[in-house]
Nanobody
Framework: QVHLVESGGGLVQPGGSLRLSCVAS????????MRWYRQAPGKERERVAS???????NYVDFVKGRFTISRDDAKNTVYLQMNSLKPEDTAVYYC???????WGQGTQVTVSS
């Protein structure tokens, strides 16, 4: 059974940093591209960053230079390092693979002073 468990969120001041983790079970992430998404209150879920099987990485414009996606295939875990956080980064953050499977519970990130 496929599971995705996100963690690492919290309350941080503007300009701060957080590192999110996503532990996958039921499949090996080394065989799939992985993505981080986020959903802010009242908004659609949106893709934030992607990392392919071969390591190709892509970011949406509003996080370029601030967020870094990485993967540890041995730990079956994907990470999202978030620096220079802004209030508009406040959202629930989720990970998923390509193609998408059942969503995890996500992890709340709140950026506020």
């Amino acid at each position: 059974q496929v599971h995705l468990v996100e963690s690492g969120g919290g309350l941080v001041q503007p300009g701060g940093s957080l590192r999110l983790s996503c532990v996958a079970s039921g499949f090996s992430i080394r065989s799939y591209g992985m993505r981080w998404y986020r959903q802010a209150p009242g908004k659609e879920r949106e893709r934030v960053a992607s990392i392919g099987v071969a390591g190709y990485i892509n970011y949406v414009d509003f996080v370029k230079g601030r967020f870094t996606i990485s993967r540890d295939d041995a730990k079956n875990t994907v990470y999202l390092q978030m620096n220079s956080l802004k209030p508009e980064d406040t959202a629930v953050y989720y990970c998923n693979r390509e193609p998408i499977v059942a969503w995890g519970q996500g992890t709340q990130v709140t950026v506020s002073s």
